[in-house]
């Protein structure tokens, strides 16, 4: 560890006499880590006096955050300089940008270094910023010093400064506060939605999913510091704090059900032997880092390996063509992708919160996504379900009719009532899907208004259509009466109307349908739909102008799709990483299990075939 903190330091620094960075009364946001220099005391001995008296030499630093991971005896001390030159008095804010430091100190020249303590173990209660945060005051043309004191027994020490304009630091705490909020308000009612439809259901999987989410909410809420200052009383807080094992054992532990219960891992005999025993032993492995303080930097260690115990249950079950295990190991990829961010920030190699800060929610909201498919896919085995039953009833009348005429009478009524019970949770239920998937739109739709990046905004523009496309469906599937069979033609009229709207194209779209779709081929053919028709209107046509046409047809009982534009083409013997395409082919050939044909060279065309199962 200490090597890695050398060799960290040697290519993050470089010796200095010091830093002074000039502000004014325009200077509304300045970065100070990378302007600032560091020292590091690896015996957490050295006091303010010694730093002034004893003459330590303090080097550059170039990164804008410094993590280094676990570290209880590791101390970093900042110093900066920052010069008035202008000719007014300057009121300003240091921000402390994470709020799991448990001990900040500051000393300003302007004050004879008295000590200011901030983090975790020092929380005020009249403090309503979710960082902890120093305000400054500096005379026309002053010239001022200031050290910070930083290090975290506890979590994992992260150093990162900004120096903003009083107001200007209010209104981005507001904006910030006001998208976290946003964020736990979709995932509680996600929560409950779920809770709402394991009461209907009676499905442990949904149960199970509500917890991993309500676990996961809290973790969240003490990483980005909410919890901090609003949810749990200071003096409480540290006490609290001594239990991070268990608030990140939780969500895992929840996880591990969700998965065992969703994908059936009773007919994998050795690994669901192996995961029970692993659950029954799990409290009892946390409870071991209650007991001594010298484990706490492998803390996540169990947690750590259970999570990856599931997704090897998850592959294999993928493997052996288990439908559901598709959906959870799409959700994984986006899970584990978040946590490996998380990780490699927390230890100072790479911070992909600084370009995306709002990367774990939004991961989070795709996640949500997953599962809503999942559970259109739960819905469409539902119905045959519901048909299995239906063949059975009518085999027991021909069969039994004359010995049994009552007793089949009665147990017909019983199951009618059953089957209508049903119908009404799953029209229930598309209602349902279809306000969430609507919420979750709106909350990216909130976040792509702030964001100014043109790539990153056409990202959330696609998410959204993708969500509207399922949304769509659950829509019709509501309104109608009859869910087995969706009007392909009103459905693919709603998919072409939103994607229209998101683009400034002037596309001329023939529609022809002469067939409608069952409710499980349907979502699959809107979110080919979408994905053809958004790709035609971003590249296929350079004066944004051309012609779509759109045929759906059943031939021989099979269906055709064409989708065709006069567009630019593509060179398909050239490598692509482009989502859409790899959904479009994965749709077509898992899903709908058809083939797909693509002639692009002066045009594109798109035919995909599937058999009427």
């Keep these: 560890m200490y090597i890695y903190r050398l060799l960290l330091l040697l290519c993050l620094v470089t010796f200095s006499f010091g830093k002074v960075i000039e502000i004014d009364d325009k200077t509304d946001f300045e970065e100070l880590l990378s302007k600032s220099s560091i020292y590091l005391d690896y015996e957490n001995t050295l006091s303010i006096k010694q730093i002034l008296n004893n003459n330590i030499q303090f080097k550059n630093n170039n990164e804008k955050l410094l993590g280094f991971g676990y570290s209880p005896k590791f101390t970093v001390w900042i110093k900066i300089q920052l010069h008035n030159k202008s ?21 300003s020249s302007t004050n004879n270094y008295k000590p200011h303590n901030e983090g975790l173990k020092h929380i005020t209660k009249d403090r309503k910023s979710i960082n902890p945060i120093f305000k400054i005051t500096l005379e026309p043309k002053q010239t001022a010093t200031y050290y910070i004191k930083s290090f975290s027994y506890i979590t994992t020490l992260i150093v990162k400064l900004n120096l903003w304009d009083n107001n200007k630091f209010y209104e981005e705490e507001i904006h910030h506060q006001v998208i976290l909020a946003l964020f736990f308000g ?15 259901t009676k499905d442990r999987s949904y149960l199970y999913y509500v917890l991993y989410i309500f676990g996961i909410m809290l973790h969240h809420l003490m990483y980005v510091g909410v919890t901090n200052v609003y949810l749990i009383p200071h003096y409480f807080l540290m006490d609290f704090i001594k239990y991070a094992t268990f608030i990140v054992g939780f969500p895992a532990l929840a996880l591990a059900l969700f998965t065992k219960s969703f994908l059936r891992t009773s007919q994998y005999p050795i690994f669901n032997k192996i995961l029970n025993i692993y659950l029954i032993a799990f409290p009892f492995l946390l409870t071991i880092f209650l007991i001594t303080d010298e484990l706490n930097k492998y803390r996540n260690i169990f947690s750590v390996i259970l999570l990856i115990f599931l997704v090897v249950i998850t592959v294999y079950a993928a493997f052996k063509k288990n439908r559901q295990a598709y959906f959870v190991l799409f959700g994984w990829f986006i899970f584990l992708t978040a946590g490996m961010f998380m990780y490699l920030s927390s230890v100072g190699i790479l911070n992909i919160f600084t370009k995306f800060p709002y990367y774990i929610e939004i991961s989070l909201v795709l996640e949500a996504i997953i599962f809503s498919v999942a559970l259109a896919d739960r819905i469409k085995q539902l119905q045959k379900d519901k048909e299995e039953a239906n063949k059975k009833l009518i085999l027991q009348q021909k069969n039994e ?33 279809k306000n969430n998937m609507q919420t979750i739109v709106s909350l990216i739709r909130l976040q792509s208004d702030d964001i100014e990046d043109e790539k990153l ?13 399922m949304g769509h469906l659950h829509e019709l599937l509501y309104m109608q009466e009859n869910i087995v069979d ?46 053809l028709i958004s790709n035609s209107f971003k590249h296929a046509f350079k004066n944004k102008e051309g012609n779509i046409d759109i045929l759906l047809d059943k031939k021989n009982n099979e269906y055709i799709l064409i989708v065709e534009d006069n567009g630019v083409g593509f060179d398909q013997s050239k490598p692509t990483n482009s989502l859409g395409l790899i959904l479009i082919k994965t749709l077509a050939k898992e899903q709908l299990k058809g ?3 693509i002639d692009s060279k002066n045009k594109v065309k798109v035919e995909i075939r599937w058999a009427n199962v």
């Design 457 to 469: 905004q056409d990202v959330l523009i696609t998410i959204q259509n993708r969500i509207s496309a």
């Design 595 to 597: 083939n797909i044909d």
């Design 401 to 433: 009719q004359k010995r049994l005429r009552e007793k089949v009478n009665e147990k017909t009524r019983d199951l009618k009532i059953a089957l209508d019970e049903k119908g009404l949770l799953l029209k229930e239920l598309n209602h349902r899907v």
């Design 87 to 107: 000719e007014k008095t300057l009121h300003k804010i240091i921000e402390y940008d994470n709020a799991l430091t448990t001990n900040i100190t500051f000393y």
């Design 186 to 200: 979709a995932m509680s009612i996600l929560g409950l939605y779920n809770l709402f439809i394991f009461f209907f």
């Design 486 to 531: 969706v009007d392909a033609h009103k459905y693919f009229k709603l998919l072409i109307d939103e994607v229209r709207q998101s683009y400034s194209s002037i596309v001329n779209i023939n529609l022809n349908t002469k067939t409608n779709l069952q409710m499980g081929q349907a979502i699959y053919c809107g979110l080919i739909l979408n994905e």
